[in-house]
């Protein structure tokens, strides 16, 4: 079953995982804050940006009231690959989408190291998210640092094998890839631009041949922040953003950034 794709698709994308950092009244108070950003964004405004957040499950309907209204949408940092059960202490997607999700974060480096989820799980985790009407974010990266081209193999094996996992089961849609090197997880400083930029150009062309995944697109996470988003190549879609975007401001200073990119001005709509 292949989810058709949304009509006007954006030109860029901005996530931003708040993992396990905030409580629960400091995480609304980001997202008051952020959907006041977001509300006042021509970047925005105007559909060339899409903007989504990830708190933690017990945040998540009440995010979704507060962003949702401001253009922004908002999505869990995992999913259970059963959408109802005895399953104690998982969250299936169809309560993720009924309490506003519209995302769901798979693969993430942590879960594989701490949780030790292999592309088994995580193909099963992300056809749940097709099933359930979700966009998955896949995460993929290299744990060692290497040439572009090992990264981009590397990465072509993993989406590959979970994507691949979840068209056995019958599900497949669009899809949000983060190519996080595991090196720069976390590091004072994300890849270099030029590094990025060649993996994702890879990993994109490959990932948009596949059928049904035209829709889909790359965007880069591991240490990003202001200042990176426009030294990346036209196939970089965005960023996954973590630590360096849990500061309000910084998140307005990277949207600034993508709309000065994309030549979105204010009060203006999305140039090509």
Not at 21 to 38: E, M, P, S
Not at 58 to 64: S, T, V
Not at 88 to 110: D, L
Not at 200 to 229: C, K, M, N, Q, W
């Amino acid at each position: 079953m292949t989810l058709p794709a949304k009509p006007g698709a954006p030109q860029a994308i901005l996530g931003v995982s708040l993992k396990m950092y905030f409580g629960h009244q400091r995480t609304l108070d980001w997202c008051r804050d952020v959907a006041a950003i977001a509300a006042a964004h021509p970047a925005v405004r105007s559909g060339a940006v899409e903007l989504f957040a990830l708190p933690a499950h017990p945040a998540l309907a009440e995010a979704a009231r507060i962003l949702e209204p401001a253009g922004a949408a908002v999505g869990a940092q995992d999913i259970f690959w059963e959408d109802e059960g005895a399953f104690t202490g998982e969250v299936g997607g169809k309560m993720i989408a009924e309490i506003g999700g519209r995302y769901a974060e798979v693969g993430h480096a942590e879960r594989r190291r701490i949780f030790g989820e292999d592309d088994d799980v995580i193909g099963l985790k992300t056809a749940a998210a097709y099933r359930n009407g979700l966009t998955p974010v896949l995460c993929v990266g290299e744990t060692d640092r290497g040439s572009a081209a090992d990264a981009v193999r590397h990465c072509i094996r993993d989406i590959d094998a979970v994507v691949n996992r979840a068209d056995s089961l019958g599900y497949s849609g669009r899809t949000v890839v983060a190519y996080e090197p595991q090196w720069a997880i976390g590091a004072p400083e994300p890849a270099t631009p030029s590094f990025i930029s060649a993996v994702i150009t890879g990993l994109d062309r490959h990932l948009r041949g596949r059928a049904g995944h035209e829709e889909s697109r790359v965007i880069y996470g591991g240490s990003a922040g202001p200042g990176l988003i426009g030294r990346l190549d036209p196939a970089v879609a965005g960023l996954f953003l973590g630590r360096f975007a849990h500061d309000p401001a910084a998140l307005r200073t990277i949207l600034d950034e993508t709309a000065e990119r994309l030549g979105v001005l204010a009060g203006t709509e999305a140039t090509a």
